[in-house]
């Protein structure tokens, strides 16, 4: 993984961005509290709930691995527009 921020995988509404827990400290969050970032996300459905956290376990390329999924619905404002 040379400068891979993550994935991408769907098309449309179902589309997803699939970000590595480094990757959404460093940059996605940069000068903000990732955490927060990603309850508030969440709470407007814009992140995937995941029961114990906020990173979700996903097979890739053959292995699973922790991410932030981001939702679609972050381009329309999420459930509540």
Do not use: C
Request: aromatic content about 8%.
């Amino acid at each position: 993984m040379i400068n891979q921020a993550g994935y991408r995988r769907g098309k449309g509404k179902e589309e997803e961005w699939l970000f590595h827990p480094g990757v959404w400290r460093s940059e996605v969050t940069s000068s903000l509290n990732s955490t927060t970032v990603a309850k508030v996300l969440r709470e407007h459905g814009m992140l995937h709930k995941v029961k114990d956290g906020f990173q979700q376990v996903v097979k890739v390329e053959g292995r699973s691995q922790r991410f932030y999924v981001v939702t679609a619905k972050i381009l329309d404002g999420g459930d509540d527009g």
